[in-house]
């Protein structure tokens, strides 16, 4: 199946997330189903990085949002547990500082895009500038409403300077949220993660996927698309994800540099210096 086509948030659509299941797994029955195609991803994922990093013409930018405990760790470690640290970053957005806030809500996320051959993840993103901050008021309607259009535009700049962008929604459900953070309360290595804040949250449920609707609406684009990931099982997620980041990446045409050098000539020159070594090897 193709998955960029099945859970691309059309431009101009209406995607409404009551009509996608979190639970979908494709044929898949279970993780074991899934195993081999995932570990396939995972390899071919590696090689395509390399191959980025080796023509350092272009570049890769991935936005993860999700509601709380949706997986956007989990996704991370999985995307680029494969691939080479010398060539990619994760920045994740927390609250923003007094000095973030004292500038435009693009500042802080431009600053950390990718230069050419790197593979940047955004955990969070300058769409919280329309989630969080809108449903919560914390600037008024006619602020948030401008920031589409801003989204929009700065998303086009980047993709004409050779960014490449794809932004997932990690679909989870309430009920699944809930279990996840029983989760987090019973493990000891996991307690670090929960809040009080995080059930607190929970009351405006709807108000985010109103606003995560009305972001994926007006700023999924040809240049910077958004895929909804039903994200219930992680192991569906993590090879829905990994699929589509594939097939980008194959789209973006990447070819490793012609050697710069004259091969043949180092080659006969390689074999004068083996044989020194063999000859000064025998005295
Ligand atoms: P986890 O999902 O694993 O809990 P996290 O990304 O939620 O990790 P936290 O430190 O728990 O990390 O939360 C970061 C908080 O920062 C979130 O509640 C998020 O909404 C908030 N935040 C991010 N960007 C902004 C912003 N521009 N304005 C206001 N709050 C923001
Ligand atoms: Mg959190």
Not at 96 to 102: A, I, K, N, T
């Amino acid at each position: 199946m193709d998955y960029r086509k099945k859970f691309l948030v059309k431009p101009g659509g209406k995607v409404k997330l009551d009509k996608v299941d979190p639970d979908f797994t494709d044929c898949f029955e279970s993780k074991e189903d899934a195993l081999e195609l995932l570990e396939k991803n995972t390899a071919k994922l590696a090689e395509l990085q390399y191959k980025l990093y080796s023509e350092n013409k272009q570049s890769l930018l991935i936005v993860l949002q999700a509601m709380d405990a949706g997986g956007k760790d989990g996704t991370i470690k999985h995307v680029m547990g494969p691939m080479n640290p010398q060539s990619c970053r994760v920045h994740s957005y927390k609250q923003p500082s007094p000095e973030e806030l004292d500038h435009d809500f693009l500042w802080r996320i431009h600053r950390f895009a990718p230069r050419n051959g790197e593979v940047v993840i955004y955990n969070r993103s300058h769409y919280e500038d329309v989630l969080v901050v809108r449903v919560h008021n914390l600037v008024s309607r006619e602020i948030w409403s401008r920031r589409y259009e801003f989204i929009n535009d700065f998303e086009k700049m980047l993709s004409f300077h050779k960014v490449k962008i794809v932004k997932f929604f990690l679909h989870i459900s309430r009920d699944e949220q809930l279990k996840r953070f029983r989760k987090r309360l019973e493990r000891p290595d996991k307690q670090w993660k929960i809040s009080e804040c995080d059930y607190k949250e929970r009351q405006y449920w709807h108000d985010y996927i109103e606003a995560f609707e009305d972001a994926m609406n007006k700023c999924s684009t040809n240049h910077a698309p958004w895929y909804v990931i039903p994200a219930n099982h992680k192991w569906f997620r993590n090879l829905a994800v990994s699929q589509i980041l594939i097939d980008t990446m194959e789209d973006m045409n990447m070819k490793l540099p012609e050697p710069e050098v004259d091969i043949e000539h180092i080659r006969l020159l390689a074999i004068a210096e083996e044989e020194k070594a063999r000859n000064s090897g025998k005295h």
